[in-house]
């Protein structure tokens, strides 16, 4: 007999992190998102762990978070009672359902779009632990922006990010660039050969296995802890 257990669905957030009207985030965003899709649908990793996954598409221009106005830290408070206003108990209880991060962001004078950084800091133990990939683009791939951001996710506020997991998409010419600052249709394509960023699709699908692993590996080690747990239980039950 055999016996098969439901699937593990993992829920993915997607964040574009630009909100300029016009802009190209949304464009590049889409393309990250298609990828990671056809991707992860084809990939053996998911049969093999018998998991799924379910993306929740956070565009940071429609969650029209004020600047930071709790009179608190987020480290220091307690996500379920301890905020003051609305606005952040919705973005709190929708950033704490999710179990991974891919972050789009362009680079804005070497750093990341304010609205970005400002939805970052509203939260802190809703991130915590959790793996984040990060997709940058600009004129030179936007690495500056993808550095500060992986400074202010790992080191601010503890997620997990490895070198693998980070993707820097460089327009293709100055052209491209301009035309990008416009907001232009830049014809992106994530299932056609030899189109733009056709190449790079390889970089955004390992980072995607890299935080696969992450999270399967952290699956296995919250259930050893439980199993440990329970195993202890047991034993003091017996003792008794
Ligand atoms: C405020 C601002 C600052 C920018 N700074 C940079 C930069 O430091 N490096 C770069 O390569 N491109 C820079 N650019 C050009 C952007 O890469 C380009 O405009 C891109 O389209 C921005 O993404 P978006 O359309 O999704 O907002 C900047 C654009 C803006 C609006």
Same mark, same amino acid.
Request: proline share 4%; with cysteine; aromatic share 10%.
């Given at each position: 007999?055999?016996?098969?257990?439901?699937?593990?669905?993992?829920?993915?957030?997607?964040?574009?992190?630009?909100?300029? =009207?016009?802009?190209?985030?949304?464009?590049?965003?889409?393309?990250?998102?298609?990828?990671?899709?056809?991707?992860?649908?084809?990939?053996?990793?998911?049969?093999?762990?018998?998991?799924?996954?379910?993306?929740?598409?956070?565009?940071?221009?429609?969650?029209?978070?004020?600047?930071?106005?709790?009179?608190?830290?987020?480290?220091?408070?307690?996500?379920?009672? !301890?905020?003051?206003?609305?606005?952040?108990?919705?973005?709190?209880?929708?950033?704490?359902?999710?179990?991974?991060?891919?972050?789009?962001?362009?680079?804005?004078?070497?750093?990341?779009?304010?609205? /970005?950084?400002?939805?970052?800091?509203?939260?802190?133990?809703?991130?915590?632990? =959790?793996?984040?990939?990060?997709?940058?683009?600009?004129?030179?791939?936007?690495?500056?922006?993808?550095?500060?951001?992986?400074?202010?996710?790992? !080191?601010?506020?503890?997620?997990?990010? !490895?070198?693998? $997991?980070?993707?820097?998409?460089?327009?293709?010419?100055?052209?491209?660039?301009?035309?990008?600052?416009?907001?232009?249709?830049?014809?992106?394509?994530?299932?056609?050969? !030899?189109?733009?960023?056709?190449?790079?699709?390889?970089?955004?699908?390992?980072?995607?296995?890299? $935080?696969?692993?992450?999270?399967?590996?952290?699956?296995?080690?919250?259930?050893?802890?439980?199993?440990?747990?329970?195993?202890?239980? /047991?034993? $003091?039950?017996?003792?008794?």
């Amino acid at each position: 007999m055999t016996t098969s257990f439901p699937r593990k669905a993992f829920r993915v957030g997607i964040i574009c992190g630009s909100q300029r =009207k016009p802009r190209v985030g949304d464009q590049i965003t889409n393309f990250v998102l298609e990828t990671v899709q056809l991707h992860s649908s084809s990939a053996s990793t998911s049969e093999k762990h018998n998991i799924s996954f379910d993306f929740d598409y956070i565009d940071i221009s429609a969650l029209d978070m004020p600047f930071y106005d709790e009179p608190g830290i987020p480290s220091k408070t307690t996500p379920s009672e !301890g905020y003051v206003h609305e606005h952040t108990r919705k973005w709190s209880r929708r950033v704490a359902s999710l179990d991974a991060f891919i972050f789009v962001t362009p680079q804005y004078n070497w750093g990341i779009p304010a609205g /970005l950084k400002n939805a970052i800091d509203f939260l802190y133990h809703e991130w915590k632990g =959790k793996p984040a990939i990060i997709i940058s683009y600009g004129g030179h791939g936007g690495d500056k922006a993808a550095a500060a951001l992986k400074m202010c996710l790992v !080191g601010g506020i503890g997620m997990q990010s !490895g070198d693998k $997991m980070i993707v820097n998409l460089s327009f293709p010419s100055r052209d491209s660039l301009y035309a990008a600052a416009q907001g232009h249709h830049l014809g992106l394509d994530a299932s056609k050969e !030899g189109g733009i960023w056709s190449s790079e699709r390889k970089c955004i699908t390992k980072a995607w296995d890299e $935080m696969v692993d992450m999270l399967v590996s952290k699956g296995v080690a919250k259930a050893a802890v439980q199993v440990s747990q329970m195993f202890t239980h /047991l034993k $003091m039950a017996l003792q008794k």
